[in-house]
């Protein structure tokens, strides 16, 4: 996988004729095409009634792009059961959360837990498996299709009776159950595990427990059977596994790729949000350290379906993306699709062809971005993605508590990105780190918006702050427990002993005039807050409150610990003066911290810091497409123009890329 | 039908005591009603038991209506199925596209495909049509009322059931099926018609070709009912038959009113929507070419339910619409109702008398709508409409692609009548025609955003263009197949090469600020659009993108095309400059093709042409209550005051008629 | 009851260890907690299995309370069954509107009308009143708790069976009620009560009687569960009965309180509403005349769940709204809730401690405004609310009338809350009263949104009118029958004669344009309207329509009727004209009548009026915390500093409170 930077598109060769796939493959190569994923809805194509397997088939697609130069990410079917396994079997087929059970048509129709599914499944994994797995062209599998996009948790008889074994599992008794959960609230006390209902239509809010529980163990399932499909495989093929994962969809990440070999994602965002890009870029480099990750759908131009499109690309922008996703980690750019459909329900999407076998919207952007990939490719090759010295938290199962709790509405994606911007547009260079990241050898570390820290999390935060680094504790972060009911011990539960402070309050700030003032800025506070006292001798309040029902409080203090510091935010400062106050807050520790890894360039542009044997190696990008600049800190050599670079200020044309070694 | 200009009021006199009926006719005939519509709720009245049937209550208030001048309008009872007909059986209820079972209650609530409602259907209006038949007093039949009002395509059982026949039909074998549709696309490939699903609950999309043929097949359904009512009626009534249709409806009105004898709708337009009035009088002439329409209901005042009510008229609108209806081919206009209901969940609906007997709000304005119809009515009965040199092409299957792809929230209706309004404003009369009218005679056809156009549609337009016309395709127009699928021999298939133009992009031009330019106005463009390179020699740009991700490319095309042109309007101008522009190419376009029938009239004020043995005759009605002017094009003589009128500047009242032979 | 002025606190102490109940009972001492609320929520405790009951701990807590100086109200927990009762037995479970059946979790989610419930739930009641009844400690007993907060009508089929005998019961015959909903509409005659459906899914909207009836069939049947209950527990203790209710629940108040012995609500307006917190005490007040209610629940600072939360409290305003609760009549003041939950799903909410044991967010106000309860205990146990000059009808069973009836969106709740705004800020005293309360003595009667007048309704307010009472009817008043239908001898019936008035017209009046002129003020006029002409002698327009469509007509009408006037009031003013010319209505009627409970208090402080021994007792709070002034009329004596308060202007404080006897 490690020698060219591939540049792929999703390719369909089950729905087109013999004249049409020949010229898609004269057209791939024009196009700079050298990697092609196939097969994730064909189930129907190999197995069109039941234990009728044929393979063949694709077996030669693969022998064909592999002659042509083009390497293969073959696909498992099972996104998409045939009408033979679903029709006449509702008991198969998902059911959400109103009761609601699915019929056959579009995709993830069916209950992943059932057994006659996962039977059917291994079956079709197995063939496939067999006869692909040692095929020279086979660079990579990818398992299903972007799990649980569409569906979220399952509530069908299947999944209860799993859920009964899940309860089972983790909590032995029914008495620790109902401990756990704090039960005896509304009388909910249950007398066995399998009265535990799914929490399906109720007059009101189910217990937070359950219904924070339901998600996790759904979480686990669908791992659990990518799990399960991955090790079929694997009995036939040594080609790397990953998944076309994604932060939208209902899913533990961490948890999925934790048996995956690589970490791949899809992404469709518009130029407009080019910080969720980036963030994406950002959080997949770290699933699986030192491997690249990939990006294995994102639109050549804009996204659709029949009820919805983005917005196309401006003309240039896609060459900015593919150039900031290889220097920020990624081995492969992969677009959605290759042929536009000329049926289904995405005939709309933006493709590179049409289904009429003309350039699509945006082919000359693809053309251009492989012109990009090529110049860079060898560079890229030899060197890798300089660790950060900031880390950001970022935690799938946070998403679960916060789905169950969103106070108002709150939404954990947007929170994050909110908050991950503000430190992309300071020049700061980051990762993003799933919760059981290595620590080791950051400086700063950002944890906002974890209602409930893990005992291993805490370890670890806590090792990387004893050995002199600072950790920034919050807003929303600490105030559950695993099991989501509240600490009883104090607000925040152990974490105030570590911080020396004691939670007086904690309550929503929203409508009630509260003010705090940190860093010589005082500004609105929002979000459910914590409100602190230090108490420990050696804490202190770095932010007051001035207004509001609690003043003389703190929202913002430190602690010494270790060699380093531990900061606890208990609330979110808001609005223009709010976003002023975060930036001195990062600027602040990141100075104390001796941050270095960060530029002084202009919003809009990015730096992508990589190392390798030749010294440190700065990919910068404008990706706004009104160009920027930035401050060299030290004399460099252009990579590509193969001139030098004086330090000193520096310019970025509209959608430039510069490569520069220093 | 022809003896005189029906003013008529929709009566139940199953709900009144006898008193209250007596002076129900001596007060319709103070108010000129000399039309009354019965019938179309009163199944349990007929039949309070199953096949215990009395129809002679009716019979004797068709006669005494008669004996006191007034017709009747003979309604089948079928929308509201009696309780014994629907209780303890929901199987013969409407499921929705959730699966919800509808219970009794409300109207529409059973499948009309069922197969008992249907025998018990065809039961009970063979005994009307029998007793009711050769009344004197009959003068037409309504059959049922408003059908799929409430209602969309059914998924229940039994439709099920006729789905795979009528997929059977149509498409043979199963493999001709799943090739059409492109089942292929997510592994929907089905083995057996009988697999193939409604498009009901589904985690995502269905696909496009099965939603939109379901559409089709449900308004074909509903027409074959229609169809063998008017069979059961005509072995025992010669009285013409129709039935009070809608726009708004989930019905192909063409294909509808293709076995009925004339044509009649219902409509609520506010004056705020006088627009979509005079576009309803615009269409329905149409349907039954040659014939009057009928307004079959609107409210004195205003539409109302438990729920929800417009905006009553203000003193003067109606009589403008009344005489406007009549001017556009209108042989009735009626209202919706005589007396206000004391129960059920339409009390608080404008009628012309109180539930109290006395009065309503806007009688006094049913009494001046009256007079204006006297005062009209010969002249009327001796002139037809004039056909209009411009045609619009109206299609109620094209709602079925759309609301299958509405790409985001496209709603046909409100596109068309926004694009009807402008060409009203215009002072331009028009015809709506439906996909299969003929467009002999006419000089302008513009064909705005019907997905799908069919062979038999092309061949009309292009004898139409042939022989001289200027046709104006698009927006949105021609872009998909009959199986609503994506061409696969070029963007807009066939009709590319017919119009010189090769399309080079499809996609959606909202937030790219793109910019065109033609008949020397700047325009952002919208929606989803076409753009197009003119390919062969005699094609030609007549407006260009200046601005967005595809500068240079063409919106707006004209081909020669026999004697006539052929003009690809790719893309939709948006804002006031895009109305400016619609405006220019509006009146370019008919200027080119000598479109005569128009007149200079000041918006809010209109003229409705016809023509007799004495020639032209114009109504010109003020609509907006502002009064409004135009330009006599010769002398004239008003045939109202008996006075002449010079050629020249001409003056209209605050909701004035005029009506002037020139 | 009467020894003391109750500050309460609602306590779980079945969640918690010995150890948390010792510190609680000791800190509830220290913050002035009197009163303790437990048991709503303890089935699964008390019984864990089915028939093994345990009451033992319960009485044990009430007994240490005693020993503690604190009283209990014991509740009953049947509104949350155990988990025995509902496993496997969706047919016991409660039928939302569209069909859905409700699965374990959250509460209410059976149906209180199943048999079984019903027996359990007398059992288990039974047991608690046997061994709680006759403990010294137990002061009152709550029913359940929020009856039909989160449920409206159950449409299971144990209510369909109730639903078929409540009809028969109300109708004797199915042709009565064929007659009385005027079901011939629509066909939807009914041939047997077995038929009649509930109101659940259909495609259009059923029948206004078929829907009322229903809600009010449902008020009726959970009034009677509380009877039930309530004679059970009377077999055992002689402490009084009550329920805490609210007026946003879908319940008759009226009749649910009828057979209990005082009553209760709970509240958690913001400051923001503080006129909804006012309206609920001047309720309240009168459903039980000359007995305290009590408010069982509020918030110390703010409400909460997972999902919500409102705005905490201002520090202040906690202690207004004990003093004016108390002084407006209050014989209870209680929390919800003394310690904050650990699980569940209102963890968020707002405590009098932490789930940690520390002072919650308010904890200071809630001292506060315990030494406020103690400065007037004495003063308030010797006095008595002063009946108010001005009435105001509130009627729960309009509810039921304007939620099948909405005309658009209309909703009871803040109709009325913006009405009584009016009145509350004009600094006039006013009670609101059930629809049978006793109008003796009042001068001023207000009967607004009340779209049927029961005869008995009706020959009340004519006695308190022929008494020389003004009673001002509408708007939206008497225009249905008691089955929800229209009136078909008037308008608005019966009540035209009585005023003298004919209804002209009844239409919606918004977007018409329509201005109405009284008292020298011209506003436009809103809502579904009567418009009048006075036909009695002695009538007479005092409100004239001067715009619209229908000018000359009369909106506001006089007539006199024995010693007092019957003012007709068919349009609601809108804007702020509209609110001048309400003011300037009430100000003129108020005037009139010889209100005199009045004072010129400023917008935001209020005087709640007492009476005792030693005269009259004015309480002014100010309650906005701006601070506010009035003019005292007459020499007094303030009660809490012991010093003399001379007439004429008086200064208050931000969220001060000064007692005043005059």
Not at 9 to 17: K, R, T, V
Not at 79 to 85: D, G, M, N, V, Y
Not at 351 to 360: N, V
Not at 378 to 386: E, K
């Given at each position: 996988?490690?020698?060219?930077?591939?540049y792929?598109?999703?390719?369909?060769?089950?729905?087109?004729?013999?004249?049409v796939?020949?010229?898609?493959?004269?057209?791939?190569?024009?196009?700079?095409?050298?990697?092609?994923?196939?097969?994730?809805?064909?189930?129907?194509?190999?197995?069109?009634?039941?234990?009728?397997?044929?393979?063949?088939?694709?077996?030669?697609?693969?022998?064909?792009?592999?002659?042509?130069?083009?390497?293969?990410?073959?696909?498992?079917?099972t996104?998409?059961?045939?009408?033979?396994?679903t029709?006449?079997?509702?008991?198969?087929?998902?059911?959400?959360?109103?009761?609601?059970?699915?019929?056959h048509?579009?995709?993830?129709?069916?209950?992943?837990?059932?057994?006659?599914?996962?039977?059917?499944?291994?079956?079709?994994?197995e063939?496939?498996?067999?006869?692909?797995?040692?095929?020279?062209?086979?660079?990579?599998?990818?398992?299903?299709?972007?799990f649980?996009?569409?569906?979220?948790?399952?509530?069908?008889?299947?999944?209860?009776?799993?859920?009964?074994?899940?309860?089972?599992?983790?909590?032995?008794?029914?008495?620790?159950?109902n401990?756990?959960?704090?039960t005896?609230?509304?009388?909910?006390?249950?007398?066995r595990?399998?009265?535990?209902?799914?929490?399906?239509?109720a007059?009101?809010?189910?217990?937070?427990?359950?219904?924070?529980?339901?998600r996790?163990?759904?979480?686990?399932?669908?791992?659990?059977?990518?799990?399960?499909?991955?090790?079929?495989?694997?009995?036939?093929?040594?080609?790397?596994?990953?998944?076309n994962?994604s932060?939208?969809?209902?899913?533990?990440?961490?948890?999925?790729?934790?048996?995956?070999?690589?970490?791949?994602?899809d992404?469709?965002?518009?130029?407009?949000?080019?910080?969720?890009?980036?963030?994406n870029?950002?959080?997949?480099?770290?699933?699986?350290?030192?491997?690249?990750?990939?990006?294995?759908?994102?639109?050549?131009?804009?996204?659709?379906?029949?009820?919805?499109?983005?917005?196309?690309?401006p003309?240039?922008?896609?060459?900015?993306?593919?150039?900031?996703?290889?220097?920020?980690?990624?081995?492969?750019?992969?677009?959605?699709?290759?042929?536009q459909?000329?049926?289904?329900?995405?005939?709309?999407?933006?493709?590179?062809?049409?289904?009429?076998?003309?350039?699509?919207?945006?082919?000359?952007?693809?053309?251009?971005a492989?012109?990009a990939?090529?110049?860079?490719e060898?560079?890229?090759?030899?060197?890798?993605?300089?660790r950060?010295?900031?880390?950001?938290?970022?935690?799938?199962?946070?998403?679960?508590?916060?789905?169950?709790?969103?106070h108002r509405?709150?939404?954990?994606?947007?929170?994050?990105?909110?908050?991950?911007?503000?430190?992309?547009?300071?020049?700061?260079?980051?990762?993003?780190?799933?919760?059981?990241?290595?620590?080791?050898?950051?400086?700063?570390?950002?944890?906002?918006?974890?209602?409930?820290?893990s005992?291993?999390?805490?370890?670890?935060?806590?090792?990387?702050?004893?050995?002199?680094?600072?950790?920034?504790?919050?807003?929303?972060?600490?105030?559950?427990?695993?099991?989501?009911?509240?600490?009883?011990?104090?607000?925040?539960?152990?974490?105030e002993?570590?911080?020396?402070?004691?939670?007086?309050?904690?309550y929503?700030?929203?409508?009630?005039?509260?003010?705090g003032?940190?860093?010589?800025?005082?500004?609105?506070?929002?979000?459910?807050?914590?409100?602190?006292?230090?108490?420990?001798?050696?804490?202190?309040?770095?932010?007051?409150i001035t207004?509001?029902v609690?003043?003389?409080?703190?929202?913002?203090?430190?602690?010494?610990?270790?060699?380093?510091?531990i900061?606890?935010?208990?609330?979110?400062?808001?609005?223009?003066?709010?976003?002023?106050?975060?930036?001195?807050?990062?600027?602040?520790y990141?100075?104390?911290?001796?941050?270095?890894?960060?530029?002084?360039?202009?919003?809009?542009?990015?730096?992508?810091?990589?190392?390798?044997?030749?010294?440190?190696?700065?990919?910068?990008?404008?990706?706004?497409?009104?160009?920027?600049?930035?401050?060299?800190p030290?004399?460099?050599?252009?990579?590509?123009?193969?001139?030098?670079?004086a330090c000193?200020?520096?310019?970025?044309?509209?959608?430039?890329?510069?490569?520069?070694?220093?």
């Open positions: 996988m490690k020698n060219k930077l591939y792929g598109a999703a390719w369909y060769p089950e729905l087109w004729s013999e004249e796939l020949e010229q898609d493959i004269l057209l791939m190569k024009e196009t700079g095409i050298n990697l092609v994923r196939i097969g994730e809805f064909i189930w129907s194509a190999l197995e069109p009634e039941e234990d009728k397997i044929v393979i063949r088939p694709f077996v030669k697609y693969i022998e064909r792009l592999h002659r042509n130069g083009i390497d293969t990410v073959m696909c498992t079917p996104p998409t059961p045939p009408i033979w396994l029709h006449g079997h509702p008991e198969r087929c998902y059911v959400d959360e109103s009761g609601t059970v699915m019929g048509g579009a995709r993830q129709h069916i209950c992943t837990n059932n057994s006659y599914f996962r039977e059917r499944a291994a079956i079709i994994t063939h496939i498996a067999k006869e692909i797995g040692a095929l020279p062209g086979l660079t990579a599998w990818q398992l299903d299709n972007e649980k996009a569409h569906v979220a948790e399952c509530m069908c008889e299947t999944c209860k009776g799993l859920w009964h074994i899940w309860l089972q599992q983790h909590y032995s008794s029914i008495e620790r159950l401990e756990a959960w704090g005896a609230v509304w009388s909910q006390t249950y007398q595990f399998d009265q535990v209902p799914q929490p399906g239509p007059p009101f809010l189910h217990n937070s427990s359950l219904r924070t529980m339901y996790l163990f759904s979480m686990e399932k669908i791992a659990e059977f990518a799990d399960e499909q991955a090790d079929i495989i694997r009995r036939h093929s040594s080609a790397p596994i990953t998944h994962s932060v939208a969809f209902h899913l533990d990440n961490e948890r999925l790729f934790q048996n995956l070999d690589f970490a791949a994602y992404t469709y965002a518009s130029q407009e949000n080019m910080h969720a890009y980036l963030l870029c950002d959080l997949w480099r770290n699933f699986k350290p030192g491997k690249d990750f990939w990006i294995m759908e994102t639109g050549p131009s804009f996204a659709a379906s029949l009820v919805s499109f983005g917005v196309p690309h003309n240039g922008y896609l060459k900015a993306e593919a150039v900031a996703a290889y220097a920020l980690g990624a081995g492969a750019f992969c677009y959605w699709h290759w042929r459909h000329r049926s289904g329900s995405e005939q709309t999407h933006s493709s590179i062809l049409s289904a009429w076998g003309e350039p699509a919207l945006g082919y000359d952007n693809v053309l251009e492989n012109q990939r090529q110049e860079i060898q560079i890229m090759l030899s060197t890798r993605p300089l950060a010295d900031v880390a950001i938290t970022y935690s799938d199962r946070t998403k679960a508590y916060l789905a169950t709790e969103p509405k709150l939404n954990y994606r947007s929170l994050l990105g909110d908050f991950y911007k503000r430190i992309l547009h300071m020049g700061i260079h980051r990762d993003l780190l799933p919760e059981g990241g290595d620590l080791t050898g950051y400086k700063l570390l950002f944890t906002p918006f974890v209602h409930y820290l005992p291993e999390y805490v370890q670890s935060a806590l090792s990387f702050t004893a050995a002199g680094g600072i950790w920034i504790v919050g807003p929303l972060t600490g105030g559950r427990t695993k099991e989501h009911t509240i600490h009883t011990n104090a607000g925040l539960g152990e974490l002993r570590l911080a020396g402070v004691k939670t007086k309050f904690t929503p700030l929203e409508s009630t005039g509260t003010i003032h940190a860093f010589g800025v005082s500004a609105p506070l929002s979000l459910w807050s914590s409100v602190f006292e230090p108490v420990s001798e050696s804490a202190s309040s770095i932010g007051m207004e509001g609690t003043p003389g409080l703190s929202f913002l203090t430190e602690q010494p610990y270790g060699q380093g510091t900061v606890m935010l208990g609330s979110m400062p808001a609005g223009e003066e709010g976003d002023l106050m975060l930036c001195k807050l990062i600027d602040h990141a100075e104390r911290s001796g941050v270095t890894v960060r530029s002084d360039v202009t919003k809009g542009t990015i730096v992508c810091p990589r190392n390798g044997d030749q010294g440190e190696l700065w990919t910068i990008i404008n990706m706004d497409g009104c160009g920027g600049s930035l401050t060299l030290r004399d460099g050599h252009d990579v590509l123009s193969g001139k030098s670079v000193g200020p520096l310019s970025i044309g509209e959608y430039e890329y510069r490569v520069i070694r220093l």
